[in-house]
């Protein structure tokens, strides 16, 4: 049966039938993806956990300020004091920011500065429906006006509408983040391969493959109510085109075996699928069920991301085993020029740099397992280090924009808080006992007098410290912890840096959640693919012990060679879940044609000669998906650079160390134990070949 699936990509009609199928596919979503940007969510409610303190503030706080709003806080300086006419300009700018588009209610200011040298003027803009994309609008409408005539004084908009219209111009080079992330695949594939013409296939396969799933993705959100924001939407470009090279590089690499074993190139491919796609299949729903459990987060960004990465996956897998078939008969053996592989040749494997590798690692393997092991784990030694406790406002890009300037400015003239407070809703009899009790919590410099309506107050109060700074995060605590404790006030405090601390709070619950449920998915995964208990064990501790290596080098970069200044809270459950679903990847490759191997020559000689077959091709899609996530280092924002280096490291460390030389060496120690409890597992169960010295074995003696 499985058989017969397999031969049906290749078959002389089907072929042609596949094609035609997804061209017509491909048109109407060449639309629709390009319309993927129109249904982003980019406000709160796209971030925010449901339940949070700060969640319910907002809906609240609605009856006293438009919903779903933002402060942008418009920063004048001069460098030696600002004068009456700068004063005057400032003026007339508020009363045309009113005029521009999504700015809600009074425009606050300006206000000169203690010391005379800058002005502050506090504007509120909404964030409809095109999200980031909105704020920058309304923030370069905003310096255009307040930069014209403006005589030297100098001009930026800080708060948190300042670095959402930076972080929208950053999200809209999502174009470019393509491009970039398919020029790394063409130069890896043109590596590979040394071949003018079989790359384009790879690539024009992943192409679509993205396409059709942003397509889903955009009817899903549209239709369905699937949340998709502008983070979910540049991951999804790296992971389907990096993915889904992958499966790519491992169905070419056995056609060609195939090709060399079968003179007729459509019962090739037919046994080509048939051999490697079981290994594909597991590889694709491993990561995809992977991220699938991100539906368990709290975080909405972290429960949207799941289901959107899930969707670029299952679509990347059915254009790799239906798609690419069918091209790689179309064109036939030329494709591969000027390396055809022709029927009857060698397979250059059998004495290639990865043959020369497993036949060192045979000669002590329980050493090279336990050194191997222990290198890990002292990579790992950066975790003691580690602190994902949020990355302060003015930190989050890798170079100064505009907003991180003028917070700059403001926290040098004004109180850093300023222009982006707290608030509190509470019942409107203990309006005045709220107010008395912010203005005794240290690190509260101000406190508005209270807004009564309709049995509600709504109190205003800025900070001492800059917004989402660990300073002004404890502060908020002691606040929360203060109007919690006024008897019948029903008090909740949000703003801002509550809105920072509750998304940390709970990133950090879902990654306690989270992180469990994604081994034992990961473990029942490999457990039927490979029917046996302990290969799958020892696959993932080898992978977790890389996991760690490679976070523990990651956050010893960013903090003393990059020098970013923190990791979100977010990001190590982010890079927990994309390195053991996609560094299990090459596991799945391995072992399973180890296994394949085994059950005709033993497991020793069986491993030996599963690195020899695959190791090229592992090696090409580690130096794939690694180098797609290494273009997100394009993005000027420390989360998505730290999550590139991350996983393109890590990917390296599994394709190059664990894979090649940990599993390799586990798998001679062990032997035949590595089946358990399955009949491959059984003394007799192998051919005598399985029991002989490894290094004899595989030189035939």
Known sequence: MIRRVAALPSGRWAKWIILGVWIALLIPAFAFAGKLGDVEKNDMSAWLPKDAEATKVLDQAATFQPSDTMPAVVIYDRA?????????????????????????????????????????????????????????????????????????????????????????????????????????????????????????????????ALFGAEAVVYLLAKHAGLTVNAQSAFIITVL?????????LLLIARYREELRRHEDRHEAMAEALHRSGPAIVASAATVAISLMVLMLATLNSTKGLGPVCAIGILVGLLAMVTLMPALLVIFGRWIFWPKRPSYGSPEPTSDG??????????????????????????????????????????????????AVVGEEIQAAHFPAGSGDPIYVVAKASAADQVKTTLQGVPGVVAVEQPILKNGDAFILATLKDAPNSKPAMDTVKKARTAVHGISGAEARLGGGTAITLDMENAAARDSKVIIPVVLVVVFLILALLLRAVVAPLLLMGTVVLSFGAALGVSVLMFEHVFKFGGMDASFPLMAFVFLVALGIDYNIFLVTRVREEAMLHGTRRGALAGLSATGGVITSAGLVLAGTFAALGSMPMVFAAELGFTVAFGVLLDTLIVRSVLVTALTLDVGRRMWWPSALSKPGAEPPAGEQDPELALAGK
């Open 353 to 402: 740099l990865w043959t020369r590798v497993g036949a060192r690692v045979a000669a002590r393997p329980r050493l090279v397992w336990i050194g191997t092991a222990v290198v890990l784990a002292a990579l790992s030694i950066g975790l003691v280090g580690m602190k994902a406790d949020g990355i302060p406002q003015k930190d989050q890009f890798t170079k100064k924009t505009q």
């Open 80 to 208: 030696g004091s600002v004068t009456p006419a700068d004063l005057t300009k400032a003026k007339a700018d508020a009363v045309a920011f009113k005029g521009v588009k999504d700015v809600e209610g009074a425009v606050q200011g300006p206000v000169p500065s203690k010391d005379g040298k800058a002005l502050q003027t506090v504007v509120t803009i909404k964030l409809g429906s095109e999200g980031w994309a909105g704020a920058t609008k309304a923030v370069d409408k905003m310096l255009d006006i307040a930069k014209g005539n403006s005589g030297g004084l100098g001009v930026h908009v800080t708060g948190m509408g300042g670095y959402a219209a930076d972080s929208g111009k950053i999200f809209t080079q999502g174009n470019s983040l393509g491009l970039i992330t398919a020029v790394v695949v063409i130069v890896i594939l043109l590596f590979t391969y040394r071949s003018p013409l079989l790359w384009l296939l790879p690539l024009l396969t992943a192409g679509g």
């Open 240 to 248: 389907v085109f990096g993915a889904a090279t992958d499966y790519a």
